[in-house]
């Protein structure tokens, strides 16, 4: 039962919004000594496991370009586009996205969003626009929940779309992980589980992006918050 204070040290560090990276390494050290595996065999386990599970990589370069382009008028640009579409609302521009991301990120394609290089430059700003040409000005509040749900959006789709491709990271981690616990389990059968999860995650929060722009339309109407 002691072991399971590596659990109470993640609890109490996510509580306290402690660094992410600090407070995974702090319970898998609280739970290897627990365990009795002293110091340096947890290190060494640590150690193992990081090496062994390294499949994820970073890509950096399209950040700078992104950056020039906002100074050229990028996000001044996709207000214009998008307030000229008639159809659009908040909520249609989001599922949009959603069932786009969620597409490429079931391809393996998952560099071609994210919160640097789509949803800060084009998709919040486009999602604002809209919401302003239908109800006038946004407060403060109003304008930062569009843009949570815009983070949301791009965090939710790529999370439950990336697993069904089969050479991911995250799918590759699931199967080193249980290789080293002696199951042998095929990428594949792991990307199949996870679409129909990913089915469910677009049904629900589709639902929710809906829900949003009924709101919103009431809030034309009345005038209300």
């Not at 965090?155 to 439950?160: D, H, L, R, S």
Request: proline share 4%; glycine share 10%; aromatic share 6%.
């Amino acid at each position: 039962m002691l072991t399971l204070w590596g659990i109470a040290t993640l609890v109490v560090g996510f509580a306290l919004r402690l660094h992410p990276l600090l407070v995974v390494v702090a319970a898998a050290l609280v739970t290897g000594l627990t365990a009795g595996m002293g110091l340096v065999g947890t290190v060494a386990a640590l150690g193992k496991a990081f090496t062994a599970n390294r499949y994820l990589s970073v890509v950096w370069l399209v950040l700078p370009v992104i950056g020039v382009l906002e100074r050229s008028g990028l996000q001044e640009r996709a207000r214009q586009i998008i307030s000229r579409v008639r159809a659009a609302t908040p909520g249609r521009v989001l599922l949009t996205y959603f069932i786009l991301r969620q597409i490429t990120a079931a391809l393996g394609l998952t560099s071609l969003g994210g919160q640097a290089q789509m949803v800060r430059p084009l998709l919040a700003p486009m999602t604002e626009a809209v919401a302003e040409s239908r109800i006038g000005h946004l407060p403060d509040a109003l304008r930062f929940r569009l843009r949570a749900h815009a983070a949301a959006v791009d965090n939710i789709a790529v999370f439950f779309g990336e697993d069904i491709f089969v050479a991911v990271g995250s799918v590759l981690l699931m199967k080193g992980v249980l290789a080293q616990s002696g199951y042998d389990v095929e990428p594949l059968r792991l990307a199949m589980w996870a679409a129909p999860t990913a089915v469910i995650a677009l049904i629900v929060h589709g639902g929710r992006l809906l829900w949003l722009d009924r709101r919103l339309s009431a809030r034309a109407r009345t005038g209300g918050p």
